[in-house]
């Protein structure tokens, strides 16, 4: 099955680190750019950050938001996308979503076409 | 700072109506503008990237328009798959990078 599934989510405490990881299946991974969302209970999208294929340089760009703080990563042998959040904040509960490009050909992609379930991800002392 | 603005924030509407729902670009983003369907407790869905070309899979029903500033998301008749919170996000921006809407709610009437 053509898809990618978030995983790692859980409770953590303010000050903690958590990596979670969106594990991709039924495509080439490695041709396609990642990206991070996540939504906060009740609230809207918001952008973190990607990672593009290496066939486009493997370019990382982040929000202004969580740069210095969050850490995008992939490993294409293993189909794994991860995002590594540190110092983290109650602000960042929420369900963290990855998504992969609409078009493999685009560098910045214009549409995320595939998206996981999300993961939650709880800070609380 | 770029800011996308959509409104209403809720519509309720009947099925078989035609809605439209805006959104609006503090500066033009040409168009670099998709849409996006979230329906309750599911992650989004693209539904229109370059302002008016539907995503693999997307129903004529839907249709996007608009170039610059102002933007509009058409649904012709309204299916009961349909009622869910709509977003609009812009990408010509770098940085921000990807920036959305505050979303519109669309519920049954």
């Known amino acids: 099955e053509v898809q990618v599934v978030e995983s790692g989510g859980g409770l953590v405490q303010p000050g903690r680190s958590l990596r979670v990881s969106c594990t991709a299946s039924?495509?080439?991974?490695?041709?396609?750019?990642v990206s991070w969302f996540r939504q906060a209970p009740g609230k809207g999208l918001e952008w973190l950050g990607y990672?593009?294929?290496?066939?486009?340089?493997?370019?990382?760009e982040y929000a202004a938001s969580v740069e210095g703080r969050f850490t995008i990563s992939r490993d294409d042998y293993k189909n794994i996308a991860y995002l590594q959040m540190n110092s983290l904040q109650i602000e960042d509960t929420a369900r963290y979503y990855c998504?992969?490009?609409?078009?493999?050909?685009?560098?910045?992609?214009?549409?995320?076409?595939?998206w996981g379930p999300g993961t939650v991800v709880i800070v609380s002392a | 700072e770029i800011l996308m603005m959509q409104s209403p924030d809720t519509l309720s509407v009947s099925p078989g109506e035609r809605v439209t729902l805006s959104c609006r670009a503090s500066?033009?983003?040409?168009?670099?503008l998709a849409w996006y369907q979230q329906r309750p407790g599911q992650a989004p869905r693209l539904l229109m990237y370059?302002?008016?070309t539907r995503a693999t899979g997307v129903p004529a029903r839907f249709s996007g328009s608009g170039s610059g500033t102002e933007f509009t998301l058409t649904i012709s008749s309204l299916q009961s798959e349909d009622f869910a919170v709509y977003y609009c996000?812009?990408?010509?921006?770098?940085?921000?990078?990807?920036?959305f809407g505050q979303g519109t709610k669309l519920e049954i009437k």
């Open positions: 998504a992969r490009a609409r078009d493999v050909l685009q560098w910045r992609p214009d549409g995320f076409d595939m």
């Open positions: 039924g495509f080439r991974f490695g041709d396609f750019t």
């Open positions: 990672i593009q294929a290496k066939i486009h340089g493997g370019t990382i």
């Open positions: 500066q033009s983003v040409s168009s670099n």
């Open positions: 370059d302002s008016s």
């Open positions: 996000q812009q990408y010509l921006y770098w940085p921000p990078g990807y920036t």
